[in-house]
């Protein structure tokens, strides 16, 4: 089985920064696209930030500019780098996996538990 689990949340201030990771645990041999997703209160859930085994990136525009997504494979792990923090970027991030292969399972489309981001003065 796997599990993901994310680090890295916490309270900024407006303008500050932030580093989002997530780990793949468990006997992992390959994952195609791993991203990140959003939820403020009263929201539907959205992307964020998605990235493919092989680096392409895709942003939702709202944080283009202000947030890059990386991966590492060796660690079954994806990072996302938050700048220019604003307080509509509040909410809970989400990390996702798609297709994560181990030498026992298949997982079409897991997700962490969340951590909370908060942006306020």
């Known amino acids: 089985q796997v599990q993901l689990v994310e680090s890295g949340g916490g309270l900024v201030q407006p303008g500050g920064s932030l580093r989002l990771s997530c780990v793949a645990s468990?006997?992992?041999?390959?994952?195609?696209?791993m991203g990140w997703y959003r939820q403020a209160p009263g929201k539907q859930r959205e992307l964020v930030a998605t990235?493919?085994?092989?680096?392409?990136?895709n942003y939702a525009d709202s944080v283009k500019g202000r947030f890059t997504i990386s991966r590492d494979n060796a660690r079954n792990t994806v990072y996302l780098q938050m700048n220019s923090l604003k307080p509509e970027d509040t909410a809970v991030y989400y990390c996702?996996?798609?297709?994560?292969?181990?030498?026992?399972?298949?997982?079409?489309?897991?997700w962490g538990q969340g951590t909370q981001v908060t942006v306020s003065s």
């Open positions: 468990g006997s992992v041999l390959s994952i195609d696209d």
């Open positions: 990235i493919s085994s092989d680096g392409r990136t």
């Open positions: 996702n996996a798609k297709s994560v292969r181990g030498r026992n399972f298949y997982i079409a489309n897991p």
